[in-house]
């Protein structure tokens, strides 16, 4: 089931959590150095976690100038 795919990786890292509550307070989207120094984790942690839930479906990417921003 997709559901249970979705909870089964959302559960296996805290960073996962950091990064979902990050986006879910702002409206209008993060980078993720900004959710990095937010959350105080690494950009590459951050990343890999962006990755995973942009495959996941959950969030999308959308470039705003040179920026590369976050949405939930």
Request: net charge positive; hydrophobic share 50%.
């Amino acid at each position: 089931m997709i559901i249970n795919r979705l909870l089964n990786y959302l559960f296996t890292a805290p960073s996962i959590f950091s990064v979902l509550r990050q986006l879910n307070m702002r409206n209008d989207g993060l980078t993720g150095r900004e959710i990095a120094r937010l959350e105080n984790i690494t950009h590459r942690t951050a990343l890999k976690a962006l990755e995973n839930l942009e495959a996941l479906n959950v969030v999308t990417k959308k470039r705003l100038l040179e920026d590369l921003i976050i949405i939930l």
